[in-house]
Nanobody
Framework: VQLQASGGGLVQAGESLRLSCAASGVTVRLSVVGWYRQAPGRQRELVAHLNDIGITHFADSVKGRFTISRDDAENTLYLEMNSLKPEDSGVYYC?????????WGQGTLVTVSS
């Protein structure tokens, strides 16, 4: 199983980014998937979560600004991030849980300048 995250970068506050997480060796559609982020000196935290029946959950700090989705045909997970703030900066990791096994992508860095 491999999760390949991409799409991070340096943006200004108020701009948008879309993160992608391409899965291989496992089916995204039948899995519980999510995005986490870790800022320097802080613990990794849940940003958004999408379960196997399509129910989403977002951290309070990103509600209304971030959207999580998956493309079953592409077997890819996405995180659309709008109205980015400096406090959204960090390394973003995609996560997949299936049949009791937990998998992580390698992380993609998001830096939001003020």
């Amino acid at each position: 199983v491999q999760l390949q995250a991409s799409g991070g970068g340096l943006v200004q506050a108020g701009e948008s980014l879309r993160l992608s997480c391409a899965a291989s060796g496992v089916t995204v559609r039948l899995s519980v998937v999510g995005w986490y982020r870790q800022a320097p000196g802080r613990q990794r935290e849940l940003v958004a979560h999408l379960n196997d029946i399509g129910i989403t959950h977002f951290a309070d700090s990103v509600k209304g600004r971030f959207t999580i989705s998956r493309d079953d045909a592409e077997n890819t997970l996405y995180l659309e991030m709008n109205s980015l703030k400096p406090e959204d900066s960090g390394v973003y990791y995609c996560n997949l849980l299936r049949l009791g096994q937990n998998f992580w992508g390698q992380g993609t860095l998001v830096t939001v300048s003020s």
